[in-house]
């Protein structure tokens, strides 16, 4: 049975993490500031220009750093980050941006060639999807095995059950897909079927599409301070693909794309967080087993990537901080986990960086990240992440977070460090969901605790909307509006693919306005 995506196993197991009393979070109060009126958040700039021709025209940002559990500016001024992770960019989940197809989705083009459709709607309908909210439906079905054989079954009972057999033969073929939350099947893929350069070059192509100028402009005219910006090591590299790797080959043309990001954001007056989603090694199970824990050759390398990075932004006030190590949840034990942390943070510092280093408890709990002075760490934010799959309900959700408010205040005090929840999302396109985002905003605004959505763009699959009212709340920008022509990694040719993927560029994902207004609300409100 195929692993079903990480984020399914957090949402459905952090709430019992934290009810061992292994996890917390508390902060400092920042000065609260944001736009007295609001911006037409229902239109984004013109798709056809770019919004500053000159970015460096902008003044510098302030460098930021930790004073006890607040973030401050050079002057000592308490600073609100408020901002969205762009997710689906460096790293590449597919599930975010519906390159390639889902198993729905493989099903209908299939079943399109094979005048199924009417029998494959019906069957679709009577089952339900097999994933929801974007991910593996575990609650019914138990993964992809067992939706596909009921599937089959249905199918069978509609057109006799060697035909059914057949077509699911065809569908399997294309099995495991690419839907995924690493970008590992994704860009393994692309090089079998175009080489490393052809991989690259698609690659790039989305790249500059997914992410534009635009969509910064539009941020900080909403009121955002900040975007983290999930990385993996696969994206920050080129040639051929060796996973685990054995050396570090790096890609000017997506550095270059950070570069020019920063750029944006500095011309915005918005932060970022450059974060490592994947080190070399995986600190996490996103592509597989993690290694980085007890490969010292995985561990070099990871210092490695961090000294580029270092060398390269060190100077750059615009990051806000490096997040180091994105879900460290692989590590055998939460001194393994440190003693990396431990060998990065000397790394950085020793190139005379001075940047915020943000340090995520990897789920084991924020009361088991380490008191600062224990590893001589200074300027260090630590983080978590909050989802909760099984919250369905207001009252549900409200109880985890007078938990949390206890817990993390607890144990933030004991630290002296500021907090930063760096990923979070209400999941659920419910009223009773944006209800409990606001709450969630207005809890961390409390707090004085930095934060960014996940995600900013997320493309909901036209067809599971048509077919369930699979809509969620994973995009602040995702509202689909017209057509989507899907790109097929595995059947379109190079030419159609490169099209395919230049057109993200021009998609017209427009706001979740529920969603929108129950993030900035908490601070627009008197």
Known sequence: MR?????????????????????????????????DTAADSTTLPDAAADV?????????????????????????????????????????ETWITLVDHSIPSRIWQLATEQDLTADVEAVFLELG??????????????????????????LGARIGGDRAAAFLTEVRAYLPDLYDDSDLRLLEALERRFGAEGREELLGTFQDAWIRERDIQWLAEQ????????????????????????????DDAALGRLDTLLDWC?????????????????????????????????????????????????????????????????????????????????????????????IHDGFFGMATLPDPATYGWTNVVYSTHLFEWSARDTESYRALIRFYDTLF??????????????????????????????????????????????????????????LWGESTAWGLLGRLQGDFDRPDVLRDDRDTLRAKLA????????PNEALLQALTRPWREP
């Open 409 to 466: 205040t607890q144990t933030q005090a004991q630290q002296g460090v500021p907090y930063f929840i760096g990923s979070f999302s209400p999941i659920w396109d419910e009223p009773w969901a944006y209800e409990i985002a606001h709450e969630l905003v207005t809890f961390f605004e409390q707090h004085g605790w930095p934060w960014s959505l996940w995600t900013l763009k997320r493309v909901d699959d036209p067809l599971e909307v048509r």
């Open 129 to 154: 999807p097999p994933r929801t909210g974007g991910l593996v439906l575990v609650e019914r079905w138990g993964g992809d095995d067992a939706w596909l054989a009921a599937f089959e079954q249905a």
């Open 503 to 510: 057109a993200y560029g021009e998609l017209d994902l427009r």
């Open 52 to 92: 500053s021709d000159d970015a460096a025209a902008a003044p510098p940002l302030s460098r930021l750093k930790a004073a006890g559990t607040a973030i401050v500016d050079e002057t000592g001024a308490p600073v609100a980050l408020r901002g969205v992770n762009l997710g689906g960019w460096l790293f590449h």
């Open 3 to 35: 692993r079903p995506p990480l984020r399914i196993f957090l949402l459905l197991a952090l709430g019992a993490l934290w009810a061992t009393g292994c996890d917390g979070d508390g902060g400092a109060a920042p000065d609260g500031s944001g736009p």
């Open 266 to 358: 500095e011309a915005a007056r918005i932060y970022a967080v450059i974060d490592i989603q994947e080190a070399p090694g995986g600190q996490n199970d996103y592509s597989g087993e993690p290694r980085l824990y007890a490969d010292p050759a995985m561990q070099e390398l990871t210092v490695e990537l961090w000294e580029t990075l270092s060398e390269r932004y060190r100077d750059r006030n615009v990051v806000a901080a490096y997040s180091l190590l994105a879900e460290p949840l692989g590590a055998p034990s939460t001194r393994a986990r440190d003693e990396v942390y431990d060998r990065i943070v000397a790394a950085i510092r020793a190139k005379g960086d001075d940047h915020l280093l943000v």
């Open 223 to 250: 009121g955002f301070t900040l975007v983290r910006v999930p990385m993996t090591w696969r994206e920050l590299t080129h040639g051929p693909l060796e996973d685990p790797p054995t050396a570090l080959r790096w």
